[in-house]
């Protein structure tokens, strides 16, 4: 989450040594969106673009049209994944626009203050399956340990059949980010290194693959 594309491409490069499976770049700083093609064209790695407003845990702060349209244009510039959250207006619609232009879509869901009970997460995927994901993304925030099992048990039961990223937030939902692939998640994220996180709990990338590596899951 950098503030100029300059800046993006670099960190772009950079991530090369430590050969991310999937990048994503959030637009919530971005005042230029005129050289998404030259971010695209930084880095051979399937990319994720992500606009992320403040009620969800961004930064963004523009009007609703512009945030669109910076989505809009990651997908025609190419960039492979574009996030939009299920509470986004006529988020149907929009859906299938950008597949139009190309993009899969990570439907998301953010919970900032608490992990919902089973049955909530059982009904926002359902949503978000309705919605048209190509991959569905619950990402909740956890008070205690259960609430990170309790993203684990999530992932556990429904990765086998969605395209599922599902974790906690927050010191106690480190586990959880962790974990949720070898239990099927999709993917999980990480920071570029330390200090760059987009979000608390993550870790970098570098010490991620040490992990798996550890666990010999890597």
Known sequence: MERTPKEIVRV????????????????DLLGDMSSLA???????????????RRTDG????????????????????????VDVELSASEVHGFVRRLEREGARTIVSYHNLRSTPQQPVLESILKREKKAGASVCKIVTTAKSDSDSFRSLAFVRKHARNTKLVCFAMGKLGT?????SPILGAYFTFASPRLGKETAIGQIPVRDLRTLYERLDVA
């Open 58 to 81: 961004g930064v963004f702060h523009g009007t609703e049209a512009t945030r669109m349209e910076s989505l809009i244009q990651a997908a025609q510039e190419g960039f492979d994944f």
């Open 175 to 179: 586990p959880s980010r962790v974990l």
């Open 12 to 27: 772009l490069r950079q991530l090369e040594r430590v050969d991310p499976d999937l990048v994503e770049v959030r637009f």
């Open 38 to 52: 030259e971010i695209r064209r930084a880095t051979d790695r399937p990319m994720i673009a992500t606009n992320r």
